[in-house]
């Protein structure tokens, strides 16, 4: 599944030449229509990029034709002048594509504070807009990772109807948006502003709650587009349903592919006053070094859980606190359980399952640990 | 300069057997008075050791005998067992000195979630409280260590009176308290309310901006004594100033002695609307791992300082934010500044100064690089 398998949707992946690396670097994703329906959530740093200040306005009136993307630079802390830039990849998109400016949004992704070498994002904007095809996703989904090992893609095939999507994103990926840019399609036919209520619904539940190093970026973007090629109106839960698995399903593979990571740790929270004090423990916990070094070496050290926990102002009692490695219920009570030596982290998978009983709401936050190659890949990352 | 510089106080470290290592691991220092005045500021986590439990309440008429200080475990997550070990370890402290067990405050550092081998600590206190000396300073401050590498001892000596203090912590050293134990005396003759009035706010200007790795431990604890000897009374200003004088010099050293670092990091925000504003930006920069393994890898980079502010609710205008890094201008009104391969990294000081332009009000956070050795350290500690 890729973002062409609804039908209505093109998509190329080119090499423009900003990455020195002379991997592809530039994606264009094209509707065709009849509809040209869309919504976008963005990162809610203060500090925002060049193309997410374009991008907002452009997807404010519920419309899209395309969205171009770039890796191998940010453009983020480049001013006025890489405001302009955005402005500029969008204009050359529409005009190589005959829709208005307006209508196409632009991505981008690589280093902050570095001005994007815009002869050849033009040159590349030409030839991906000159390569589009039905079969182009997976080129799209390549052309915009960044220290991504795999592409990442995700789709659902409903009847008559499908959702397509693909990700980037292994580093600075992090809270309220983990960082990242996502575009999705979908053939269903669904107006600008159900598609905008399914999307932050979506993304509350996958996105929002995978936080690799809790680094939010400047560039985070998530953009929908429905084409209505496929004739077929899904009802509002089911569209919604089928928005988040494919979020969710992306959300891990960015978790799984996050730089360095050596594990993937779901932290379960249960008995949980509310949904928000779920959240707020669960991130708490994913943020904590100490934690993400123990999982890294293997350690089931539930005294970081228990003070990374004690940290936030969630509803618990210090003394009722669960806290479960892989099954094994090494804190009961707030006090020591089963014996630590009974748990096995040796494989990826890790499922942190911590009881507040405090109430029954849960959330699930998906992380990573804390290993020599992400500070390796973080410290040599940009000299 | 050493807790047993001011007159009136003695001290000793001995090893009772808690580590494994053979190294010493208790520690007693002990007032003699004439008086006995004492403040205490503890951990704000909500997961609290049995020992701030005890101290706490034993500090809170505002007089204290003597501390028992054990490493080797920290007593933390261990019910209302661990609460009674720490009862017992001032019960026999108090027995053997002929003090109340209420006059006396108990420290423990170490992994979290082990009961302590009370055997073995018993006798460590019968050892200590009869080896206790006006020269036993340096060795209650060595026994006292965990993953430190070097003690931490300061002083200042002012006109006829001093103040002396010791410090432990490398780890789990962070917000509000970093996390640590420290102990420290005066012979001023300073009444307990206006002790602790003057520890609140040495703290708030040392300890409190101390952040190595973000993690708030379950037993930070800061006790200050004061015997009288010296029969002087220093006026509050003149005292506030020097204790936090101690504090921070302490604070200092616990930077420089963070797990694995390779970096000091002194981050300097100034042009805040409030103190505040200054204190979170600054903490929230200390705590990005990509800012911290950028500065391991000795990158001026400037776009992680900008996208960690962005997360913060201070007033800026981030198209007004200037930062250097060792006085180069790397960024200046959010945008490139002088160029980045002037700025020299390879020292152990880092200066990061972050200009908001919103107002007239600074604070600087101490912190430290995220390296291999940190992940190592806190990868391998209690497996």
């Keep these: 599944m890729s973002v062409t398998t609804p039908k209505g949707f093109a998509a190329a992946g080119v090499a423009a030449g900003i990455k020195a690396s002379g991997n592809t670097d530039l994606a264009v994703v094209l509707n065709r229509g009849p509809r040209q329906a869309a919504a976008g959530v963005f990162t809610r740093n203060r500090v925002q990029a060049a193309p997410v200040k374009w991008s907002r306005q452009a997807v404010e009136d519920g419309e899209l034709a395309a969205v171009v993307l770039n890796s191998g630079g940010a453009n983020a802390c480049t001013g006025a002048e890489g405001f302009s830039d955005s402005a500029r990849m969008a204009a050359e998109t529409a005009a190589a594509l005959q829709v208005p400016t307006d209508n196409v949004a632009v991505c981008s992704t690589g280093l902050i504070g570095i001005r994007l070498p815009m002869a050849a994002v033009a040159s590349g904007i030409a030839a991906a807009c000159g390569a589009l095809s039905a079969e182009g996703g997976a080129d799209a989904a390549r052309a915009i990772m960044t220290t991504d090992t795999v592409p990442k893609q995700a789709g659902i095939g409903r009847d008559g109807w499908s959702i397509g999507g693909m990700a980037k994103g292994a580093g600075m990926l992090a809270p309220g948006l983990a960082t990242m840019l996502v575009v999705i399609t979908t053939d269903a036919d669904v107006p600008a502003t159900e598609l905008d209520t399914a999307l932050r619904e979506a993304c509350r539940l996958s996105f ?44 891990r593979q960015l978790i799984a592919d996050a730089e360095g990571a050596s594990h993937e740790i779901a932290i379960e929270v249960t008995g949980a006053a509310s949904e928000e004090d779920a959240e707020v423990v669960g991130r708490e916990i994913a943020r904590s070094n100490l934690f ?17 926990i004690g940290v936030t102002d969630a509803e618990f009692d210090p003394d009722r606190i669960d806290v479960a490695f892989n099954g094994v219920q090494v ?20 499922h942190v399952l911590v009881n507040l009983n405090a109430g029954d709401q849960g959330a699930t936050i998906l992380t990573n640990d804390l290993t020599y190659d992400y500070v390796k890949e973080n410290a040599e990352y940009s000299s």
Excluded at 209 to 237: F, K, L, Q, W, Y
Excluded at 295 to 308: H, I, K, M, Q, T
Excluded at 331 to 350: E, H, K, P, Y
Aim: aromatic share 4%.
């Design 292 to 308: 993400k070094c123990a999982v890294f070496g293997n350690d089931p050290n539930w005294g970081r859980v228990l003070s990374a």
């Design 208 to 251: 929002d709650r995978a936080d690799s190093d809790g680094c939010m970026s400047t560039n985070d973007t998530v953009i929908v587009m429905a084409s209505g090629a496929s004739g077929e109106t899904p009802g509002t839960e089911e569209f919604t349903a089928a928005l988040t698995g494919v979020c969710q399903d992306l959300a």
């Design 331 to 350: 804190c009961i009570g707030g006090q020591i359980g089963q014996d630590r030596a009974l748990v096995d982290l040796t494989g990826r998978s890790v």
